[in-house]
């Protein structure tokens, strides 16, 4: 996901997952590596899974190391951007001239849609099954004058972005819940930590969950547990879960996160 009003040369035309194209992007190509420099990149819960594991750090050293706090346009909620070197270029930290992207396997969700950008970020039960999809037209980039065929279908699962979209999804559509909201109806500060904690701090959500008495709270049968317990992608649907739990569903959802970030603290 990427902030739109910071993107440049957005195509008016609408894509959908059928909608066809022509790019590719390879070390032959002038203008390697050029759109890793003066960017902007939404990091997703998945994506800092990921990067922090391939980086073997912890996610707050990750946090500390590679990104940059901000609050997310009409949702006043936190989210976190890839922070770039204090260069000329304003440069991806993993970029090389050379190489490329040195954690190519591992990059972010962003990273894999270029040269598309999405503007699906609907509640899912209202989502349109056509998708809506949009080039980021860069004046430097000759990947469209390749001749390699693609259609945005075809694009998202070669470049793994429909499997991140889906484990990202229900913290998507807590970004589009919260958006939905009046200008006047914020949440607590404690609510917005709550969430920074589940979205992007992964290691202190597990501290969270089983050196609290989170569990002796929540009635979690075992075998959820024991799945959370081993699997971080689980423990993350499982946090999102809960977190919309109590931002949106409860009779005081507000009072609960604050309850909960009381004792995130106390804990």
Request: glycine share 4%; hydrophobic share 35%.
């Amino acid at each position: 996901m990427e902030d739109l009003n910071k993107i440049a040369g957005i195509s008016p035309v609408r894509l959908g997952y059928k909608s066809k194209f022509e790019f590719k992007c390879h070390p032959g190509v002038p203008c390697f590596t050029e759109c890793c420099r003066g960017i902007n990149i939404i990091l997703t819960p998945y994506d800092i899974v990921q990067l922090k594991n391939r980086l073997k750090l912890s996610s707050r050293e990750f946090l500390a190391v590679y990104t940059e706090p901000h609050l997310l346009e009409k949702t006043d909620l936190p989210m976190v951007t890839l922070k770039l070197l204090d260069d000329e270029r304003e440069s991806c930290p993993f970029v090389k001239d050379k190489e490329g992207c040195i954690i190519y396997k591992d990059r972010p969700t962003s990273c894999r849609y270029y040269p598309l950008g999405t503007a699906t970020l609907q509640h899912k039960e209202g989502a349109d099954d056509d998708g809506f999809f949009f080039f980021v037209n860069e004046p430097h980039c000759k990947g469209f004058e390749e001749d390699t065929e693609w259609t945005v279908a075809q694009w998202r699962e070669d470049q793994g972005v429909d499997i991140r979209d889906e484990i990202n999804r229900e913290w998507t559509d807590l970004v589009v819940r919260k958006r939905s909201f009046p200008p006047n109806i914020k949440l607590t500060e404690k609510a917005k930590q709550m969430f920074f904690l589940v979205s992007y701090d992964i290691d202190k959500f597990r501290e969270f969950v089983f050196d609290s008495t989170f569990l002796e709270r929540m009635d979690v049968d075992d075998a959820t547990v024991e799945k959370i317990k081993n699997d971080e992608i689980e423990l993350l649907k499982f946090g999102l879960e809960w977190l919309k739990g109590i931002l949106f569903k409860q009779t005081e959802p507000e009072k609960q996160a604050d309850n909960f970030a009381d004792q995130a603290k106390s804990d």
